[in-house]
């Protein structure tokens, strides 16, 4: 038996993996990186190449942290599942990434509550490669502290979901996916660019935090930065008085409007009439299957 710490670490136990559960890590990981050309975003595929996160097998995280460390001083931690708010925080502020190590069932291939190891290594630790994104994850974590400190976790872990989870970002080349919920899943890796249903929205920190989210379903919404830097920027300034004024407006639902939204329009990136077209192709019914994910059931960070 393994014992948990106070900081919920384990050990990986990597020499135990099986066989079967190697061959499920290969077949997730050719299937991403068939789909994520053209789609995650370039720090991620930089991320990804120069971890070499194999496509041989369930990485060892020694290996992988000793390469995450040399790059930005970040480190893998191996839990057993959901870890406590706070500890999950202090792991992020001391630039700690906490992941599980259980691999999903081949019946699972395509959607699951829980992380598992695939959804947090291949989805997450890329991007943990980038120096901006790393620092914004650490900030994030001691955003975290203050916000469980101030009762406000609610409204900070909607800024996780629709940045860390399922964020897209803009290019030369087009919008690219940088959340770690669509880059693990293969459904959602096409359907949040492909599809002309889900809403994409300007980067808003204070409509983030007032929208509600599923974790259910593909997402209806996604928020769109322009890069790392507008995300790190944006998220700088003191939290207190934000929480404050945002608990005084109603919550939104994922599917809400309002006046102010700035629709991302493919193709005009700074809006412009296409816009409208688009809004209007937006109104679709919404899915009706399940989506192909592995969020956690309260991955409300
Ligand atoms: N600036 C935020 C605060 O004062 C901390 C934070 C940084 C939160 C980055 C999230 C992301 O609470
Ligand atoms: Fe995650």
């Known amino acids: 038996m393994t014992a948990v710490r106070s900081d919920f670490a384990i050990e990986q136990n990597w020499q135990a993996y099986s066989e079967e559960e190697h061959a499920i890590w290969r077949l997730l990981f050719e299937r991403q990186q068939r789909l994520l050309v053209g789609r995650a975003c370039r720090e991620y595929l930089n991320g990804l190449r120069g971890l070499g996160v194999a496509a041989d097998g369930i990485p060892d995280f020694r290996g992988l942290s000793d390469i995450l460390d040399r790059s930005t001083g970040w480190r893998i931690v191996a839990v057993p599942g959901l870890v406590p708010d706070d500890v999950f925080f202090a792991h992020l502020a001391r630039r700690r990434f906490p992941s599980t190590c259980f691999i999903r069932r081949r019946d699972q291939l395509d959607y699951i509550q829980e992380p598992d190891v695939f959804h947090d290594i291949c989805g997450h630790v890329p991007l943990l490669m980038n120096p901006v994104f790393a620092d914004y994850l650490q900030a994030y974590g001691e955003g975290g502290l203050k916000a469980l400190g101030l009762g406000h976790l609610q409204r900070l872990a909607r800024l996780y979901w629709y940045t860390v989870e399922f964020g897209l ?5 087009g919008l690219r996916i940088y959340g770690s919920g669509i880059l693990s899943s293969a459904g959602e890796s096409v359907y949040c660019l492909d599809d002309p249903r889900p809403r994409r929205l300007r980067f808003d920190l204070r409509r983030i935090m007032r929208t509600r989210y599923r974790i259910d379903d593909f997402q209806q919404l996604y928020f769109v930065i322009d890069d790392f830097h507008e995300l790190f920027e944006a998220t700088r300034p003191d939290f207190a008085p934000i929480y404050r004024e945002v608990a005084a407006l109603p919550d939104l639902e994922p599917t809400g409007r309002l006046d102010q ?7 005009s990136p700074n809006g412009g009439v296409a816009e409208k077209n688009w809004a209007a192709h937006q ?3 919404s899915l009706g299957r399940k989506r192909l994910e592995d969020v956690r059931q309260d991955h409300n960070r």
Do not use: K, L, N, Q
């Open 261 to 267: 939204d700035r629709d991302f329009a493919p193709g």
């Open 169 to 173: 970002i803009v290019t030369e080349e």
């Open 283 to 285: 109104r679709g019914p």
